[in-house]
């Protein structure tokens, strides 16, 4: 199978995939990782198989980095990109390495993309439950929505209109894949030995402020909905995407090579009550939830982004990925909740250093 450049390998979703592709029964020759931190070098070169060579490549999306970025890139008929879907510079790096790519060779490059659910949030201060709901299917039923009813100013949207951009100038096929709230504890090598992040965003950091508050909150009502997928079934929608592109299989790309990544829903509230149940038989915050007040909020949250996330609905289906032969095996709110309360043990004893 063609060699692949995974950027992002040493976060929560890219190191997820790095393994899956590693397992994969024709795994790339050789994946090259972006790799920012060379004191990692090593151990993730360890990782190489004997169908598999991992190659660590020092840099980043900074600046001063994106040069030589731009001129790995151009090296790659595969490139998946985990490391940021908001990075406007650094995706303006990596299309020019895949067009120098394609001008060399006359092939386009296989894009495989990272944007997520925040793209569909409407913002409705944890009033009422969401009425929009998404589809990626190529033709929606009737009363859903597509990624094309979203506006520019929409999150993540400036970034994945210059990948489809790229496919449609003919420099790549682009494949952007968007995550709900991801969850679970990947338990693989890549994790064990220090070089990935094993831990998710956004239900951790409600850990971390509910710690810091005192008691787990939520905005408003906290009737506002989230879509979830497990860290591995992401992380197999992606090897999937891989395996069928690599292997001939017709699969939609470009304008219409959106993915939702999304296997169930939950409200906001209750994961913030799970999550306080878990810290208050943990001594680790008083017991219950409750709404966040403006200026808790303001204090807490610095910011835009993630008060986004508290208090908007995100929802969404998958017909197209799952039509791929794609599978979500942890899909019950109930597994989901369990999740949010182990890891408000987990997150909240880091919090609080005990």
């Not at 400036?158 to 096929?173: L, T, Y």
């Amino acid at each position: 199978m063609p060699s692949i450049f995974l950027s992002g390998a040493t976060g929560y979703i890219g190191g997820s995939i790095l393994n899956s592709l590693l397992s994969l029964p024709s795994p790339p020759e050789s994946i090259t990782c972006l790799l920012r931190d060379p004191t990692k070098s090593s151990r993730l070169s360890s990782l190489s198989t004997p169908k598999t060579k991992v190659i660590p490549f020092i840099g980043s999306y900074s600046p001063q980095d994106l040069p030589a970025l731009t001129e790995e890139i151009s090296k790659y008929p595969v490139v998946i990109e985990t490391a940021s879907a908001d990075d406007v510079p650094g995706i303006q790096a990596i299309i020019s390495g895949m067009r120098i790519y394609h001008q060399k060779h006359g092939q386009k490059v296989v894009f495989i993309h990272t944007s997520g659910t925040g793209a569909l949030q409407t913002d409705d201060r944890g009033e009422i439950e969401g009425k929009d709901i998404y589809t990626d299917a190529l033709n929606p039923e009737k009363g859903y929505k597509t990624v094309a009813d979203l506006p520019i100013t929409a999150s993540h949207r400036n970034v994945d209109v210059i990948v489809e951009a790229a496919d449609k100038e003919g420099v790549c096929d682009s494949y952007i894949v968007l995550p709900g709230t991801i969850w679970g504890k990947p338990e693989r090598k890549v994790y064990e030995i220090g070089v990935a992040n094993d831990t998710s965003i956004q239900i951790p950091k409600l850990v971390e402020m509910a710690v810091r508050r005192g008691q787990a909150g939520y905005v408003g009502k906290g009737e506002n909905v989230w879509v979830h997928i497990h860290i591995q079934d992401c992380a197999d929608l992606y090897t999937l995407l891989y395996t069928l592109i690599i292997s001939g299989h017709p699969v939609p790309h470009g304008a219409e090579g959106y993915y939702f990544c999304v296997a169930g829903e939950y409200r906001i509230r209750d994961a913030a009550i799970a999550i306080g149940e878990s810290l208050s038989a943990h001594g680790l915050a008083k017991e219950g939830a409750t709404t966040f007040t403006d200026e808790e909020l303001d204090v807490l949250f610095p910011g835009k982004t993630f008060k986004w996330y508290l208090s908007t609905n995100s929802r969404a289906i998958a017909p197209k990925s799952l039509s791929l032969g794609w599978k979500t095996d942890r899909t019950s709110l109930k597994g989901f909740l369990e999740d949010c309360k182990s890891e408000a043990v987990r997150i909240g004893k880091k919090t609080k250093g005990v």
